[in-house]
Structure formats: C-alpha cells, structure tokens
C-alpha cells in the first residue's frame, strides 16, 4: 500500500521561508516521478513542481520559478519543496503526489497517489 505523508506546513511571513517534505512508502522510489500541487478553497488543485526519477527533469509553475526548488533523495524515499520569497497567494493545502512514469507531468489527473497535504498560511 503506498502512503505518502507530507510535513513542514506552517504560519509564516510574506518574504519568508518554508521546507516541505513529502515521506513515501509501499513504492519503488527510483522509478516514480513525484510532484506538489496547491489547492485553495473551491478552486482546483494547482500544478506547483515535479521531478522525474532521476532528478534531472524539474518542471515549476510559472508563478514558483525562482523561488521554489523541488528535489529528492531516492536513498531516503523522501522529496522536498523548499519555498522562499514566499507571498500571501502562496497560501493553500500543499499536496505531495507520485505516479508511476518516468515523465513529470504538471497534470494533477496523471497523479494516481496522494498525501493527506499540509497547510501553509503567509501573512503579509
């Protein structure tokens, strides 16, 4: 059974920094390919970073670019998503997400797996 568990979530202020995390378990590290979206109430989830398997391919939202850094260490099962420069429309649930593909799409429907998500609030 695969379960992801993402921690880190928290209160912070605008310009400050964040360090998600996102612990996976029940699936074979290497070969996925593993992303964060946001959600925010009654809109969508919202692409936010992926990396691919080996690390190599990192897509990023048009509105993280430069500020966020997405990466993995495949020894540890474990991703991150480090935030800086953070703003008040960066707050949302923050979801970790993995699927079984060597390619990172930034689609949340070609994510099969889910965290429970974390909350980051910025205050401005």
């Known amino acids: 059974q695969v379960h992801l568990v993402e921690s880190g979530g928290g209160l912070v202020q605008a310009g400050g920094s964040l360090r998600l995390s996102c612990a996976a378990s029940?699936?074979?590290?290497?070969?996925?390919?593993l992303g964060w979206f946001r959600q925010t109430p009654g809109k969508e989830r919202q692409f936010v970073a992926a990396?691919?398997?080996?690390?190599?391919?990192?897509p990023y939202a048009d509105s993280v670019k430069g500020r966020f850094t997405i990466s993995r260490d495949n020894a540890k099962n474990t991703m991150y998503l480090q935030m800086n420069s953070l703003k008040p429309e960066d707050t949302a649930v923050y979801y970790c997400?993995?699927?079984?593909?060597?390619?990172?799409?930034?689609?949340?429907?070609?994510?099969?797996?889910w965290g429970q998500g974390t909350q980051v609030t910025v205050n401005p």
């Open positions: 997400a993995a699927r079984r593909s060597t390619y990172p799409g930034t689609d949340a429907q070609g994510y099969g797996y």
């Open positions: 029940g699936l074979t590290f290497r070969a996925t390919t």
């Open positions: 990396i691919s398997w080996s690390g190599g391919n990192t």
